[in-house]
């Protein structure tokens, strides 16, 4: 029986074979920016993997100018996240406005289904803004009062 060849290596092998170990390293950084220039720096001098959009970052780097950046040649794509959690941790509500915090939405008797579209809606509204990742919660529980760290950032204290 002849022997199958062997498959030829996917591209991400052989993008991240070419890298040194230098550019490996900065794949593995994302780093908070203050604004589309301090993007740029990070991202073209250092060459790392991501950027983080904070609470402190200037807003009108989002969309086009993102988008430029983001399509700048470079071995693997760019990730550009951010913490859009809703209730009190929302970067983005000017932008994609508001959202209560999970255990808000549980409170108002959101079923499972409504909250996929309200997480399908803002996601969509994200991406359009050039963010790639969001840093939300999804599946936190703990039955620690409102005020605490978590607290109403979780869906409540059961699975259910």
């Not at 803002?122 to 039955?143: C, H, S, Y």
């Not at 009062?145 to 869906?155: M, Y």
């Amino acid at each position: 029986m002849p022997v199958a060849a062997a498959p030829p290596p996917c591209r991400l092998d052989t993008v991240v074979t070419a890298l040194t170990s230098r550019q490996k390293l900065a794949q593995l950084l994302m780093v908070g920016v203050k604004n589309l220039a301090d993007a740029q720096a990070v991202v073209r001098e250092q060459e790392v993997g991501g950027i983080f959009i904070t609470s402190w970052t200037d807003y009108s780097m989002l969309g086009a100018p993102l988008a430029a950046l983001a399509q700048e040649p470079r071995p693997l794509p760019l990730a550009v996240s951010v913490d859009e959690e809703g209730g009190r941790v929302q970067r983005l509500k000017g932008l994609i406005g508001s959202q209560p915090s999970a255990r808000e939405l549980v409170d108002a008797g959101k079923t499972p289904e409504q909250v996929r579209e309200i997480a399908r809606l803002r996601g969509q509204a994200m991406k359009e803004l050039g963010i790639t990742i969001d840093f939300a919660p999804v599946v936190d529980i703990t039955n620690a009062a409102d005020g605490t760290v978590i607290g109403d950032r979780s869906w409540g204290n059961t699975a259910d």
